[in-house]
T-cell receptor, first 113, second 114 residues
Framework: AQSVTQLGSHVSVSEGALVLLRCNYS??????LFWYVQYPNQGLQLLLK??????LVKGINGFEAEFKKSETSFHLTKPSAHMSDAAEYFC???????????FGKGNQVVVIP | ETGVTQSPTHLIKTRGQQVTLRCSSQ?????VSWYQQALGQGPQFIFQ???????GRGNFPPRFSGLQFPNYSSELNVNALELDDSALYLC?????????????FGPGTRLTVL
């Protein structure tokens, strides 16, 4: 079975500082990896996804993530946090012959002015 | 292009009742997946429908059932509601069910069971 681990449910970051959210995956097949963002009382919005090819993936709103097979990681970063980045972020994996997603528990990001 | 829509937005039921949630997929998408998101947790896969047939199921009991219609819209039915069924139910559609096909989510239905 595929799974992802996101540590540290709440992440506080100062406005203008680096945002780093960690995601480690477990998969017996080449994984497809996703980051989704959820704003309060809303559904999930796709930030970015990794399929194959380039390991550095750029997404929306200035976010990017790097796939590192040797570390089984897909960490999400943004160089400079903005107040509008306050939301919950989920890492997800799929790939075992279908596109069903297995999600991590999420990171609640708080941006401090 | 219309995105994924869900109805109703909120719903309150009592234990033992039955509920039906609805989802309209994004134009051109033939696959619908349903997820349950309990408070403070990540979404959990319930089941998926591809061209009106169930195409995989997560670890949920049979009282969770679904349908997909010829226009690819979908329903999630839950019988004999339990308190633990209180959650945000998310519907997602995709072009197909193949590996890497991106899922696009609706805003969800918040179900409260009293």
């Amino acid at each position: 079975a595929q799974s992802v681990t996101q540590l540290g449910s709440h992440v506080s970051v100062s406005e203008g500082a680096l945002v780093l959210l960690r995601c480690n995956y477990s998969s017996s097949v080449p994984p497809y990896l996703f980051w989704y963002v959820q704003y309060p009382n809303q559904g999930l919005q796709l930030l970015l996804k990794y399929t194959t090819g380039a390991t550095l993936v750029k997404g929306i709103n200035g976010f990017e993530a790097e796939f590192k097979k040797s570390e089984t990681s897909f960490h999400l970063t943004k160089p400079s946090a903005h107040m509008s980045d306050a939301a919950e972020y989920f890492c997800a994996v799929s790939g075992q012959g279908n596109n069903r997603l297995a999600f991590g528990k999420g990171n609640q990001v708080v941006v401090i002015p | 292009e219309t995105g994924v829509t869900q109805s109703p937005t909120h719903l309150i039921k009592t234990r033992g009742q039955q509920v039906t949630l609805r989802c309209s997929s994004q134009s051109g998408h033939n696959t619908v997946s349903w997820y349950q998101q309990a408070l403070g947790q990540g979404p959990q896969f319930i089941f998926q429908y591809y061209r009106e047939e169930e195409n995989g199921r997560g670890n949920f009991p049979p009282r969770f059932s679904g349908l997909q219609f010829p226009n690819y819209s979908s329903e999630l039915n839950v019988n004999a509601l339990e308190l633990d069924d209180s959650a945000l139910y998310l519907c997602a559609s995709s072009l197909a069910s193949g590996v890497g096909d991106t899922q696009y989510f609706g805003p969800g239905t918040r179900l409260t069971v009293l």
